[in-house]
Nanobody, 117 residues
């Protein structure tokens, strides 16, 4: 069974920084992409960042040049967030898209990020 657990959320002042982590357990197919999404209250979940196995990344326009997605040698995904703005306030979710015979998506439970003075 595959599980994703996010951590690192909290309260931060505008202009501050925060790093989110996602720990993955279970067996993930070798061909996959790693992503972060976020959802503000009353809004739909939206894309934030993706890291491909070969190394390339992509970001939503409003986080480009401020956020960085990465992974370590183990089963962890990170999202480094700099120059945070109040509009970044949301629940952040990590995601693994697995490209096996039947492509699958796995989601974490989310971690709250609040940007406020």
């Amino acid at each position: 069974q595959v599980q994703l657990v996010e951590s690192g959320g909290g309260l931060v002042q505008p202009g501050g920084s925060l790093t989110l982590s996602c720990t993955i357990t279970g067996n993930i197919f070798a061909s996959n992409v790693l992503s972060w999404y976020r959802q503000a209250p009353g809004k739909e979940r939206e894309f934030v960042a993706t890291l491909f196995s070969a190394g390339p990344t992509k970001y939503a326009d409003d986080v480009k040049d401020r956020f960085t997605i990465s992974r370590d040698g183990g089963m962890k995904i990170y999202l480094q967030m700099n120059s945070l703005r109040p509009e970044d306030t949301a629940v952040y979710y990590c995601n693994v898209r697995e490209f096996s015979q039947v492509p699958s998506d796995y989601w974490g439970q989310g971690t709250q990020v609040t940007v406020s003075s």
